[in-house]
């Protein structure tokens, strides 16, 4: 089901909700985002701590509602002190991970090859990576972005074959985008869109026009209510990765409900 082209909302809570009643609270309002919204046109996909992972996925069902974690090890099992296997993500109803964010390498030191080691096994055990790329403003600034995407897609992907390149969803989430404070100095539409075909440009030459065509791009980076079409669907996104805004469960729905009312 998840493969099919439909956009994809990923819901990326990071390391929140960390009281009972923030929780309860979440799960409450969704529920009334969720009456709303009949999904047709996307699939939403829930992120939450990996402590909280079975308590979202017991309290929350509905057509085209997926669970998934902000990352995974790249074993199977063994010992790995703190580690989480992808398999166990599956066995308790996970179908998403999300790999290679900005944030894992920036504080935990993840490389591009961890993250392919990750992708690897994640695949084996039927999850559905969302790889994310993206520059740093200084990277952006002296004209370095598509050598650091390209290399970036280069070792995420590594020898991952056609078959299961296919399956991938891919995130473009500029580093200095995320939880901007700025949300005036956000790329516009053309910008994130030449980013989309940078992407497009690299699967092309690796995996043939194929792939390209049908590999799902989706944007990520201070994504709310109010710029989503902006950011996101004027400039031809399949989805969105949200953070801060998906804590907020009336405003996660405004970004479903964008996505869901676009013709
Ligand atoms: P943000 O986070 O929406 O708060 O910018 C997105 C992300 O880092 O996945």
Known sequence: MQNKKKNIIVANFKMNFNTQFEVEN????????????????????LCPQ??????FVKNISGKDIFFGTQDCFWEQKGSYTGEISPMIIKTLGGSYVILGHSERKKYFG???RMTYLKIKTAMKAGLTPILCVGESSEERNSG???????SQLDES????????????????????????NTPDALLDANEI??????????????YGEAVAEKARII???????????????????????VGSASLKPQEFGKIIEAFENNS
């Not at 869109?193 to 030459?205: E, Y």
């Not at 990520?220 to 079409?229: A, E």
């Open 110 to 112: 993840e490389t591009n």
């Open 144 to 150: 370095n972005m598509k050598k650091v995407i390209f």
């Open 26 to 45: 979440w799960l409450k309002e969704f529920a009334k985002v969720q009456e709303r919204n009949r999904l047709i046109k996307t699939e939403v996909v």
């Open 219 to 241: 944007y990520g980076g201070s994504v709310d209510g109010k710029n989503v079409k902006e950011i996101c669907i004027d400039a031809g996104m399949e989805g969105a990765l």
């Open 157 to 180: 992907l590594g020898d991952i074959s056609k078959a299961n390149v296919e399956k991938v969803a891919f995130c473009y989430e500029p580093i200095w985008a995320i939880s901007a």
């Open 193 to 206: 869109m030449g980013a989309k075909l940078l992407i497009k440009r690299f699967i092309n030459d690796r």
């Open 50 to 55: 990996f402590v909280l992972f079975e308590r």
